[in-house]
């Protein structure tokens, strides 16, 4: 409850010091903005859940990591809808990959380790060709 209070307090003095600086219509587009660009995060949060997979996929993050990068991520645009000056800086910083990944990781970064370097060959192949393997079925006895 007292971290509720804390949070509210420091909210209105942000908010209450630049919407005096910039001005009221300002405020208005800044939290409209900041709305839209929150419910944009959220519905194209399919790609964000992809790239993360596909780090997985790669082992450049591990389960634990992929977790708290995609609730970073939700809560980041969560916090953008939420009208606030404070609560759009944490919601924007939360957007940022660099930001997240050092509080996922805690300065423990494993991206020295993405098997990244896949070499595939391009073989052509013919279409009329089966593939098949011939086993003999030598059981001759001397």
Known sequence: ???????????VLVSVNISSYIGGLATFLE??????FGISILINFR?????????????????EQFQRLNLFTILGGILLIIPGF?????????QFSAFTTM???RYN??????????KTKNIKKDIDVIDVEIISDNSSTK
Not at 1 to 11: A, D, G, K, Q, T
Not at 31 to 36: K, N
Not at 47 to 63: F, G, H, P, R, W
């Open 103 to 105: 509080a996922v990781n």
């Open 1 to 11: 409850m007292i971290y509720f209070v804390v949070y509210l307090f420091l909210e």
């Open 109 to 118: 970064v494993k991206s020295g380790n993405c098997k990244t370097n896949f």
């Open 31 to 36: 939290i409209m903005l900041s709305a839209f």
């Open 86 to 94: 404070l609560t759009d800086i944490f919601g924007i910083l939360l």
């Open 47 to 63: 790609k964000t859940l992809t790239e993360n997979m596909t780090a997985v996929s790669y082992s450049c993050i591990d389960l």
